[in-house]
């Protein structure tokens, strides 16, 4: 079963933020991904944040980590059309990677 | 650097049949993996590999078998395919694990009849 969970769908208007949501299972984990994956080609790593971490910020992406309740978000600001895409929330757990079903983001011009 | 290669990029086979995905990577990582990505399940761990000599398993390596005789190869083998096993194949490389950069290959599309 899924230890990560993620919404399916967003749509958003070009130019506004986007926040991606996951919820993880396990306290252990050491390190949260987010990928990107656009059709056709493999996984991208977008950021990652240490599990001590509350938030990370790179260029027009934002990371925020709940630890207390497992939760990880990924904010995109000022949308672009090139940002559509599936985003990919995963946790580390030793060697072992968990990844969500992946949020299927759709920037409307 | 060609990065991670996979081939091929799509292979049809029979029920029964067995074969071999391959991987490689020219970035002298340690890390490897291989990934299979299902509608709607994101991407399942199958096996991974510390190093030459190292592999171990994931959370979904039952039909699959893995070597890795030198640092640059990590070969997939699937001993007799089931239609189950119908998926997209990744191969991923890093030079150690946790806060790396994990480089996906452009995966292998197998379709199980």
């Known amino acids: 079963g899924e230890d990560v969970e993620q919404s399916l769908f967003l749509s958003v208007r070009e130019g506004d933020s986007s926040v991606i949501n996951c919820t993880y299972t396990?306290?252990?984990?050491?390190?949260l991904y987010w990928y990107k994956q656009e059709p056709g080609a493999g996984l991208q790593l977008l950021t990652y944040?240490?599990?001590?971490?509350d938030m990370k910020q790179d260029q027009r992406l934002t990371v925020l980590l709940n630890k207390k309740d497992k939760h990880l978000s990924l904010r995109i600001a000022d949308t672009q059309t090139g940002d559509s895409a599936i985003y990919f929330c995963?946790?580390?757990?030793?060697?072992?990677?968990?990844f969500g079903a992946g949020t299927r983001l759709t920037v409307k011009p | 650097n060609a990065g991670v290669t996979q081939t091929p990029k799509f292979q049809v086979l029979k029920t029964g049949q067995s074969m071999t995905l391959q991987c490689a990577q020219d970035?002298?990582?340690?890390?490897m993996s291989w990934y299979r990505q299902d509608p709607g399940m994101g991407l399942r761990l199958i096996h991974y590999?510390?190093?030459?000599?190292?592999?171990d398993q994931g959370e979904v390596p039952n039909g699959y078998n893995v070597s890795r005789s030198t640092t640059e190869d990590f070969p997939l083998r699937l001993l007799s395919a089931a239609p189950s096993q119908t998926s997209v194949y990744f191969c991923?490389?890093?030079?150690?694990?946790?806060?790396?950069?994990?480089?996906f290959g452009p995966g292998t599309r197998l379709l199980v009849l």
């Open positions: 991923a490389s890093s030079y150690s694990f946790g806060g790396e950069t994990q480089y």
């Open positions: 396990d306290s252990s984990s050491t390190y």
């Open positions: 944040i240490f599990s001590n971490m």
């Open positions: 995963a946790e580390s757990i030793g060697y072992d990677m968990r």
């Open positions: 970035m002298n990582h340690e890390y």
């Open positions: 590999s510390v190093g030459a000599g190292i592999t």
